[in-house]
């Protein structure tokens, strides 16, 4: 053997054993593996009848051989027929099985295999039923998951140069507040992050989430740079009478297309992964803006082959159907402990926490793994089955941080994965906004916003909302669709989203409602739609006299939020109102409304409150959800009692966590924009720009 060939496999045998499972998973994993054993011999002598199995003893040793037999030969052909394609050395251990088979029959006592033909069919049988059971016994195991796919992409690379400058690899934790981060670091829940701190000196800082708080304003200040005209999760524009709702791939795309310069974070031949909006990446992969475009026919290949060998589709299968029966469990027992806040969780949202949380996460690390052996410079990836989870169970409650230990686990394989890249990496982890918890106004109130607007409008208004729509709904078009992003396959996924899109408020040229209503969390925008324009709070007064004072007064309303004929800015509460001119704008709301808009004083309220309203396509009115100064809880406008969006709780406190070898941000950073600023400039200490 050569020597260049000695290295290679000393490399290959160097992975496996890295990545072998733990004592723990190696122990469970040989005991349950041993009773599948028996089990799938079992089966197989009673469905061929040309195979007998004598006693129990005799079925005990025959399955300990055989499955001592299978072990070995798994570990060999992984290592020595990495650089061929899977279905040789499936074949070849299909081939090892009917030989032993052959021979047991002969040998063994007490076991008989009548002929050649029954010897074929046992070691069919008993191929596919071992390799069915040992994904059921390793399926909780990420390691070994992703080892077979970074043993070949490291035997793809073996020999090339290594990249001169190291990359920069982003991981967005969907709606992680740093206070929730540190009592998880605290408690245990996530020992990667925690070893990344202790371990390699990484350095956790505060960043402050501008109004509004939700991913599409956040993502787009982190990837693009700027967020300006994004005023919340869900908008409506009145000119065109056109819903935007970010997770909606059109109103994806058409943000990208209003934000991009073509020089975002992601333009240095960069990948997008799991996000909302694009960074102006070249290649995006589960990312809304661009799941229904059709992929350049080399990436269009290069995805289908990687869903075809490296997508697990039973390991996925059964951890989602684990997860489904985990939410139903863990929904009831919320339910019987009379946890309060909560809210109802149906099938389909366990169906939803399923494929949010296993299949995208599964899925997304691996293309991650990809993209970091591809030699991306910078890779930004969203997960977002914490934030999904937290919106319906609560930011801090265990189902929330259950999540959050998977996505600890992701993060640690892809650390792992780049200890062999081409290009080294380093890895930020950050998140875009936290999450507050709190009943919503309809628990709160007996009625939606909706109504109540309604109510105080007097007379017979239509009013139309929009709070159905949550984040993570319809993320399993995200993956289905990655499977055939070319010609005519494209055409029908777009067909099929396009028809998914929930219906605008009005289309053109047919006649508005009076009132639309999109809620963000504990923020809502109310559009009066009289008028084409924005409407000064003096219209709305002579229009609907004292509607104002009436909504601000209402139990659950924090506080509303209208503009003045002369550019002022109104905050109107229960017992009064403040115009948030220049001397007020910089520093903190007043104190009286401030009582029920944070728990604390909040110097950034004013200003971030003053920039949200000098958007044009934001509300008429913005209505922001009242806060427990006791608990810091929030009343959120949609049904959901997890929510970020306003202001209260620690639904604008995020975070990032920097490695070491990176100059450490001012603290806080301020604004999603200035986050794309601290990014950009690592990536020029990296020498990427």
Not at 318 to 325: D, H, P, Q, S, Y
Request: charged share 20%; proline share 5%.
């Amino acid at each position: 053997m050569s020597r260049h060939r000695s290295e290679f496999y000393r490399l290959q045998a160097h992975l496996m054993w890295a990545w072998r499972p733990s004592r723990l998973a190696m122990v469970r994993r040989t005991i349950l593996g041993y009773v599948a054993a028996c089990l799938a011999l079992a089966i197989t002598a009673r469905v061929l009848s040309g195979l007998g199995i004598a006693d129990t003893g005799a079925l005990l040793l025959t399955a300990l051989l055989l499955l001592i037999l299978d072990t070995v030969c798994s570990i060999v052909l992984r290592w020595l027929l990495v650089t061929w394609p899977i279905l040789v050395a499936q074949l070849l251990g299909l081939a090892i099985e009917f030989g032993a088979i052959v021979i047991l029959g002969r040998a063994m006592p007490g076991v008989r295999v009548d002929s050649t033909s029954t010897a074929v069919l046992v070691a069919l049988l008993l191929t596919f039923l071992n390799s069915l059971f040992a994904e059921l016994v390793s399926v909780s195991d990420d390691d070994s998951y992703y080892a077979a796919l970074v043993q070949r992409l490291v035997a793809r690379d073996f020999g090339r140069a290594a990249e001169p400058t190291a990359g920069l690899l982003v991981v967005q934790i969907d709606g992680l507040s740093l206070p929730v981060l540190r009592q998880a670091l605290r408690a245990g829940r996530v020992p990667f992050l925690a070893s990344l701190m202790r371990d390699e000196g990484a350095t956790l800082h505060r960043w402050v989430a501008q109004l509004p708080s939700t991913t599409p304003a956040c993502q787009a200040g982190i990837l693009h740079g700027r967020n300006d005209g994004i005023p919340g999760f869900r908008w409506y524009e009145k000119s065109s009478r056109r819903m935007m709702v970010a997770n909606h791939p059109e109103d994806a795309a058409e943000i990208v297309r209003r934000i991009s310069d073509g020089r975002g974070l992601l333009a240095d031949d960069g990948a997008s992964i799991g996000n909302l909006v694009t960074g102006d990446a070249p290649r995006s992969y589960l990312t809304m803006a661009t799941i229904t475009e059709a992929s350049p026919p080399g990436d269009a290949r290069r995805m289908r082959g990687f869903f075809v060998t490296t997508v697990n589709y039973v390991r996925l299968a059964v951890l989602m159907v684990g997860e489904v029966a985990k939410e139903l469990y863990q929904a009831e027992r919320q339910r019987g402990r009379a946890v309060e806040p909560r809210m109802h969780r149906d099938l389909h949202y366990a169906v939803e926490r399923a494929v949010t949380n296993v299949a995208l996460r599964t899925v997304s690390t691996a293309l991650v793994i990809e993209e970091m052996y591809h030699g991306a410079p910078t890779i930004y990836v969203d997960y977002t089955g914490y934030d999904a989870i937290a919106h319906h169970s609560g930011p801090e409650r265990p189902e929330a941080l259950d999540a959050l230990e998977g996505l600890d686990r992701s993060i640690g394989s892809l650390r792992k994965a780049a200890r062999t890249t081409r290009r080294a990496y380093r890895m930020v982890v950050l998140s875009d906004h936290g999450q507050s918890l709190g009943a919503t106004f309809r628990q709160q109130n007996g009625e939606s916003i909706e109504t109540v607007i309604a109510a105080q409008l007097g007379g017979s208004p239509s009013v139309v909302g929009t709070g159905g729509s949550v984040e993570s709904a319809g993320i399993g078009r995200h993956i289905a669709s990655e499977v055939g992003r070319t010609s005519f396959a494209a055409w029908v996924v777009h067909r099929v989203l396009s028809g998914s899109r929930a219906t605008t408020a009005a289309e053109p040229g047919t006649v508005p409602p009076d009132v639309v209503v999109c809620s963000s969390g504990n923020l809502a925008h109310v559009y009066l739609t009289a008028d084409a324009g924005v409407m000064s709070s003096e219209a709305i007064e002579g229009m609907h006299p004292g509607f104002v004072e009436r909504l601000a007064a209402q139990p659950g309303i924090g506080a509303v939020i209208a503009r003045t004929a002369g550019g002022q800015v109104r905050l109107s509460w229960a017992h009064g109102q403040v115009d948030l001119g220049d001397s007020v704008g910089a520093g903190d709301v007043p104190g009286a409304a401030n009582d029920r808009l944070t728990a604390e004083p909040d110097p950034q309220a004013a200003a971030d409150l003053v920039r949200l309203a000098s958007f044009p396509n934001s509300g008429d009115l913005i209505l922001l959800g009242a806060v427990d100064r006791e608990s810091n809880e929030v009343v959120g406008f949609e049904e959901l009692i997890g929510s970020h969006g306003g202001l209260g709780g620690w639904q604008c406190d995020a975070f990032i966590l920097s490695p070491a070898s990176l100059e450490p941000p001012s603290d806080p950073l301020v604004g999603a924009p200035a986050v794309h600023r601290q990014l950009v400039a690592w990536q020029e200490q990296l020498g990427g720009r």
